[in-house]
């Protein structure tokens, strides 16, 4: 693992997307994800979110001395690491947009679809580790799979179970959806949306507020493909829509220029929204590390109780 | 500049087609899946962009080639002056008609050539049409109607006569001269064999403003055999032909052609030779003692047929009958018959053995019978006195039929009785007797086929001819007749000494002196048998010939008297007083046909054979630098102008090969293509490898 310090924040090098995808366990897959970015947050200032002791364990060589509780020590001359419990009276919903834009990638990249998938299993299994309540959403046009918030055992292997069992979508209407996912999620938590939200940002935005009216803390996982954005193709072509099917002949090499304006002003647009309305807005490209997206997860669950 | 098949020049419109192709129909044939389309379409007007052409480059290099490839086919040429589209042009079409002409279809390709030339026309200018052999044929005087000079050049067929290239010419500038003032030009289409060329060459001379345009129509190679010639005897008295009939065979071929010479005597294979014929050889075949029956004998030499197949054949007609005599008539004997004319000229025609004994009768003028003169094949009269009037209706008769007479006036002739009788039909009378010493023979007109074997004068000296007397002719103007007679030769003071007079279609011959020996010593001396033939030979009937050529002239009376009643074609048509091949009188007629004619009389029918013209067998082809040379001739003082028609075939040819360059383009500019294009599909290709997604 790499560490870099470029930036504000620091990024961490984890395994690459396409190497986590010949993990064959989603579990395993997330637990990995989840330990190696957990353990390379030994500095993070986020750390000790929950303040409710759970119980004492020998120390072990390389546990943080901050956590060695000094009056044992004192007492029984043995150290002893404090653990604490999570509140629990979070609730984590994952919004998986399965609709079949999401199963398009760009070689070598994995596809969308994937990679929202093991991002979901990541932050599902973090969130159970941090004893918040996990609940998975999938949708297209409308709800696919409602698998609701709880904590209990088991619940992150429904939720893993219902990821590996994903099936391509069809057609997606994000808006339609998210009022939809807002009739059944009513009570306050995390909502974290995975989508490479094809809609106008107007649309978009009334769907996002309604959440955002409810109380709901916003978390958008804007995944696109790099090629989504930087467009690389050079010969024309005809672009098939992947989930109307619809055809656009185009010449790239005339067009490529506006497409890659058009695309960023939507993004900016998306994301100037967001941040109007405090909705934690994060762009992911299906190469880069998941890491990233645990970061802004957790400096976003930081700021709740 | 305009194009021999412009209908070539529809198939630019499939330039459209790519175009099309490339901005309507033809889409990517690459599809890409992608997330979302949701910003493709919002593109501005992306079809649009798609259909901008971005190659230009290989756009208009394979817009180029079609057009090239379009402009190729269509034929371009040239207009040049010959064409040019001057109302005032006149074109003559002068079409080779000839006999060589039926040879593989030349005349076919001649019309082809012409109705070319009708085509490519200038609007308003007007065409003749002619048709020439040694027969011109304006078939179109100068005419705007192209259909009419279509129609005309098509319905030219070959003829079986020579060429005559300055006859045609000469046709052609006489209409021409009455065409207005523009540009003239001749198209003379025909195979150019050499020999015939050669012939017209110092015949034809253009005038300024003519220009004559050879156009050949004859493929490569000439190759023909051909009877040219046969020797023959067109009247024989033995069963079997008595001499050797010679049959001249040319081969034209470049190789030695063995072939079979078949001799038919009415239908009947009579004898037949193998000859192997040398390459440019003509060669002569004998054939003798084939029998003949009485009367006339239908005789067809022929070889094995080639290319030209009329000239492989060849007719005659052989009579077999007893032959006419001589018929001597003696007007008055004062002295023995070993001294009268009458046994000198038997002496001398007896001299030739032509002349058996039969052939020549001497007989008192006061014995002769109608019969014996209508016989008789020529009449010598000497010492006329008073005549029956029946012999004299008959002798006038066979005079005005084309029979010959000689009238001797010697010592014993009634001059009386030859003015009452002969003088007003000769329009001469006889004045009497002139006695002058050691007279002699001046002013003899050796032009005349009568003394013209003695215009030599080493061999025939008539300055020891002397004459003692002789009688004094005096031409009378008040004669019936109205043709004057001609006088051959003068005695030394310029009085009439020989006297061709014209009657009918025959002939007399009027002496001043007479044929014994009493006024002069002609009988004695070495002229005076030759003189005798001579005479008989000029005044006699024509003899009858085996056989005519197509376009002769053919006096019917000649074979027989009177007018014929039907005139039958080798094919069984009967040809029309009038026609084409008959006169208005039928007196004479003019076949275009080979075979044997049949003229139908009230006393029979007679055969005449026909052959082809002489001089089309030898095909062989001009050479170009050789034509070149002789129009240069022809043309005269404008020749550099001539050569340049000369060669105006090769400068249309030359202008019409522009396509052969609009086609090396057009293989250059594919060639451009197919490298730009290579490198483009490279690029292409390079580009998919880049931009196409795969799946897995």
């Known amino acids: ?305 | 500049m305009s194009f021999l098949s412009p209908w070539f020049l529809l198939g630019a419109l499939s330039l459209v087609i790519p175009v099309l192709i490339h901005l309507m129909r033809r889409e990517p044939k690459l599809r890409i899946p992608f997330a979302s389309i949701l910003f493709l379409r919002r593109l501005p007007e992306p079809v649009h962009q798609r259909r901008r052409l971005r190659h230009w480059l290989l756009f208009l290099l394979r817009a180029m080639a079609l057009l090239l490839l379009v402009f190729a086919f269509a034929r371009p040429y040239l207009r040049g002056h010959g064409e040019g589209g001057r109302s005032g042009t006149a074109l003559v079409l002068l079409l080779d008609c000839s006999l060589s002409m039926r040879a593989d279809g030349r005349l076919a390709r001649a019309r082809e050539r012409a109705e070319e030339i009708l085509a490519r026309a200038p609007e308003g200018a007007r065409v003749g049409v002619i048709g020439f052999s040694t027969r011109v044929d304006v078939r179109v005087p100068l005419e705007r109607d192209r259909a009419i000079a279509r129609a005309a050049v098509r319905a030219l067929r070959p003829t079986f006569r020579a060429t005559d290239y300055a006859q045609g010419v000469q046709a052609a500038l006489s209409l021409l001269e009455r065409a207005e003032e523009g540009e003239k030009i001749i198209y003379l289409i025909s195979d150019f064999h050499r020999s015939k060329w050669r012939s017209a060459e110092p015949e034809i001379s253009l005038p300024r403003g003519v220009r004559l345009v050879p156009i050949d129509v004859a493929p490569e190679g000439g190759e023909n055999r051909a009877i040219l010639d046969v020797r023959a005897l067109a009247r024989v008295m033995m069963p079997q032909y008595p001499e050797r009939l010679l049959v001249r065979v040319g081969n034209f071929h470049r190789v030695a052609a063995p072939t079979t010479i078949r001799l038919f005597v009415n239908d009947r294979l009579v004898q037949e030779k193998q000859v192997a014929l040398d390459p440019g050889v003509v060669a002569t075949v004998e054939f003798a003692d084939f029998p003949l029956d009485p009367g006339f004998n239908r005789v067809r030499v022929e070889l094995d047929p080639d290319r030209l197949p009329d000239d492989d054949r060849f007719f005659l007609i052989i009579r077999r009958e007893m032959p006419r005599p001589v018929l001597v008539l003696e007007g008055a004997r004062s002295r023995a018959s070993a001294e009268s004319a009458g046994f000198y000229v038997q002496q001398a025609l007896l001299a030739d053995d032509a002349f058996g004994p039969g052939r020549v009768l001497v007989r008192a003028l006061s014995e002769a019978t109608p019969e014996q003169v209508k016989r008789a094949e020529a009449i010598v009269l000497t010492d006329p006195a008073a005549l029956d009037p029946a012999v004299e209706a008959t002798l006038r008769e066979f005079v005005a039929a084309g029979g010959g007479m000689i009238l001797a006036l010697g010592p014993h002739a009634d001059a009386r009785a030859f003015n009452r009788t002969f003088g007003p039909w000769l329009g001469v009378k006889v004045e009497g007797e002139r006695a002058q010493a050691f007279s002699f023979l001046t002013e003899i007109e050796t032009s005349h086929p009568l003394f013209r074997p003695f215009a030599d004068p080493r061999r025939a000296n008539f300055s020891n001819v002397r004459f003692s007397r002789s009688a004094k002719l005096a031409l009378d103007p008040g004669a019936v007749s109205t043709t004057p007679p001609l006088v051959l030769a003068r005695f030394h003071d310029g009085e009439p000494a020989v006297l061709e007079i014209a009657r009918g279609r025959g002939r007399v011959l009027l002496l001043a002196f007479g044929l014994d020996a009493q006024w002069s010593n002609l009988p004695l001396t070495p002229l005076y048998a030759p003189l005798i033939h001579q005479m008989l030979a000029s005044v006699r009937r024509s003899s009858p010939r085996p056989f005519f050529r197509v376009g002769e002239n053919v006096a019917l009376a000649d074979a027989a008297p009177g007018r014929p009643l039907a005139i039958l074609a080798p094919d069984g048509e009967r040809l029309h007083r009038g026609g084409e091949e008959v006169s208005e009188d039928s007196t004479r007629f003019t076949p275009e046909r080979i075979g044997i004619y049949r003229v139908r009389h009230l006393r029979g029918e007679e055969p005449i054979a026909v052959n082809v013209e002489a001089g089309e067998s030898d095909l062989t082809k001009m050479e170009e630098a050789e034509r070149e040379r002789l129009m240069t001739a022809v043309g005269g003082g404008e020749g550099k102008r001539a050569i340049a028609s000369t060669g105006e075939e090769r400068v249309q040819a030359e202008r019409q090969t522009l396509w052969r360059a609009l086609l090396l383009a057009a293989i250059l500019v594919l060639l451009s293509e197919a490298v730009l294009a290579d490198r483009t599909v490279r690029r292409f290709r390079a580009s998919l490898g880049r931009s196409s997604p795969k799946e897995g």
């Open chain 1, 1 to 305: 693992m790499n560490r870099s310090t470029d930036g504000a924040r620091p990024t961490f090098r984890f395994l690459r997307p396409e190497v986590l995808a010949k993990i064959s366990s989603l579990e395993l897959l997330a637990r990995t994800v989840v330990e190696g970015f957990l353990a390379g947050l030994h500095r993070s200032p986020y750390i000790g979110f929950s303040v409710d002791f759970a119980e004492y364990r020998p120390y072990m060589p390389g546990d943080d001395l901050r956590y060695l509780d000094w009056k044992v020590l004192a007492r029984t001359d043995r150290t002893y690491i404090k653990r604490f419990h999570g509140d629990t009276n979070t609730r984590v919903y994952v919004l998986l947009d399965v609709s079949a834009s999401m199963a398009y990638r760009l070689p070598p990249a994995i596809e969308k679809r994937e990679y929202a998938c093991y991002l979901a299993a990541s932050l599902a299994y973090l969130a159970t580790r941090q004893n918040d309540a996990v609940g998975l959403i999938t949708f297209d046009r409308g709800i696919v799979e409602y698998i609701p918030a709880r904590l209990r055992p088991g619940q992150l292997h429904l939720i893993l179970s219902a990821l590996e069992r994903l099936k391509p979508g069809g057609t997606s209407a994000i808006a339609e959806a998210l009022r939809r996912i807002a009739e059944r999620v009513r009570r306050r938590g995390i909502v974290v949306l995975l989508s490479d939200l094809y809609e106008p940002p107007d649309v978009l935005g009334s769907a996002l507020r309604l959440l955002r009216s409810q109380g709901q803390d916003l978390m958008v996982f804007h995944i696109l493909d790099a090629s989504e954005v930087e467009f690389p193709f050079s010969e024309a072509a005809r672009f098939v829509d992947m989930e109307t099917g619809e055809e656009v002949p185009v010449a790239p090499d005339a067009l490529g220029a506006e497409y890659r304006e058009a695309v960023r002003r939507h993004l900016d647009e998306v994301e100037r929204f967001c941040q109007a309305h405090g909705i934690a807005y994060q762009r992911v490209l299906t190469t880069q590390p998941l890491d990233w997206a645990l970061y802004t997860y957790l400096g976003r669950r930081a700021h709740l109780p």
